[in-house]
């Protein structure tokens, strides 16, 4: 399973007309040039698309973040009409796949104007679009006790401090499960971002790998292994410091 990750690594500090005469993965004359070189290879350097990934990554976890723990504290705790009907709904939309709504979303956001700018990968996300994280939330709710929420009603708190200043600091471990899996689906996404970004200054890592293959001419193998071992290390980070708040985030919402 590791192995077309440890061969991606080692073909990176080869050669690139080496990276396909071996299947190995003995390196025999290292080299930084494919580092040095896909670094600049495009129109901008490397680090701006990473910069513009960042933009979108950060974005998206604000808007997630918010949004979707006002739509959990909604579905948990306030009780309004139709409140079963539209959890229910919510869920439905967990099962229905992104691409059915691609066609209509790309004719709402070029009628507004919004094309080749990150809004179209940002603004969704401030309208609790991924139900899945509503959900992890509203199961992390229903496990706490409602006798703070009566507490604080007690003491004068409405709606909004009883969940600013209760249920956040109890949401934490559900919090960090939905920064870690928003980072790493946004920081992956391929598909939108080539589909919203037309302007190479403005593609994000993801898209910008894809610029150095060329089906007409040569493609530089090398320079993109370089570049996808440096597009790769934030996912490993965030995962490698995150982990126990992702584990101790499921764990307690009830998905096993």
């Excluded at 080496?18 to 299947?23: D, G, L």
């Excluded at 129109?43 to 990554?57: C, K, L, Q």
């Excluded at 790998?209 to 090398?222: A, E, I, K, P, V």
Aim: aromatic share 16%.
């Amino acid at each position: 399973m590791i192995y077309p990750l440890l061969w991606m690594l080692v073909s990176s500090f080869r050669p690139t007309n080496e990276i396909f005469s071996t299947p190995d993965l003995w390196l025999s004359d290292p080299t930084l040039e494919n580092y040095r070189n896909g670094w600049v290879a495009l129109d901008s350097p490397f680090g701006h698309y990473m910069i513009n990934s960042a933009i979108v990554v950060i974005g998206a976890i604000l808007g997630n973040v918010i949004s979707c723990s006002l739509a959990a504290y909604a579905f948990a705790r306030l009780k309004f009409r139709g409140r079963t009907l539209w959890f229910t709904v919510m869920l439905m939309s967990i099962m229905l796949p992104m691409h059915v709504v691609v066609v209509p979303q790309y004719i709402l956001f070029n009628n507004l104007g919004w094309l080749n700018t990150f809004i179209p990968l940002v603004l969704p996300k401030f309208l609790a679009v991924d139900a899945f994280f509503v959900f992890l939330m509203v199961q992390f709710i229903r496990g706490i006790p409602r006798e703070l929420d009566e507490a604080a009603r007690i003491d004068g708190c409405g709606h909004w401090r009883i969940f600013s200043r209760i249920m956040l600091p109890l949401m934490v471990p559900a919090i960090a499960t939905t920064v870690i899996f928003t980072f790493i689906w946004t920081w992956s996404d391929f598909f939108t971002a080539l589909i919203y970004l037309t302007s190479p200054d403005k593609y994000t890592a993801s898209v910008a790998l894809r610029s150095f293959l060329d089906s007409t001419g040569g493609s530089d193998w090398g320079g993109m292994f370089g570049m996808s071992i440096i597009t790769l290390l934030p996912l490993f980070l965030v995962f490698l410091f995150g982990q126990r708040f992702l584990i101790k985030g499921i764990a307690t919402t009830g998905i096993k």
